[in-house]
């Protein structure tokens, strides 16, 4: 616990690809982002747009794609169904990791970026001890 409130940008949830489970089954990680991945959205958030592109660094070594959306809560718009809307993805969505972060994305809206890779862990983005609590 971090025994304060966190800004939206603060906080993920990863899905890690099949191949990156080590029990077996989809489960989600809620932890705070990686200061690194904090860091780039903060950067490069602005190049993030409605639809799927290859996020413009990598991170953790690893090329990423992203795509910034409004809400979660409409039809057709919940993570998983946006991950579908790329032909790889939806053909083996067991081989995707995805990553979800609060944004705010500077004109006044927020939202969130979803952030995915091919067979990755997304939880390599997230970082346990919630070093970000610490910064403003």
């Given amino acids: 616990m971090v025994g304060r409130a966190l800004p939206r940008d603060a906080l993920s949830l990863a899905i890690n690809s099949?191949?990156?489970r080590t029990q077996d089954q989809l489960h989600i990680h809620i932890d705070c982002v990686s200061p690194s991945l904090r860091?780039?959205?903060?950067?490069?958030?602005?190049?993030?747009g409605d639809a799927w592109a290859p996020f413009p660094v990598q991170l953790e070594g690893k090329s990423y794609r992203a795509i910034r959306a409004r809400t979660l809560m409409q039809p057709?718009?919940?993570?998983?169904e946006l991950l579908a809307r790329l032909a790889d993805a939806r053909a083996d969505m067991a081989a995707e990791s995805l990553v979800v972060v609060g944004a705010d994305f500077?004109?006044?809206e927020t939202g969130f970026y979803l952030i995915e890779a091919r067979a990755g862990g997304g939880e390599e983005l997230q970082d346990r001890g919630c070093a970000v609590a610490k910064s403003p």
Avoid: V
């Fill in 18 to 20: 099949a191949q990156q």
């Fill in 76 to 80: 057709g718009a919940t993570p998983f």
């Fill in 106 to 108: 500077g004109d006044g």
């Fill in 39 to 48: 860091a780039a959205l903060r950067e490069h958030g602005h190049a993030i």
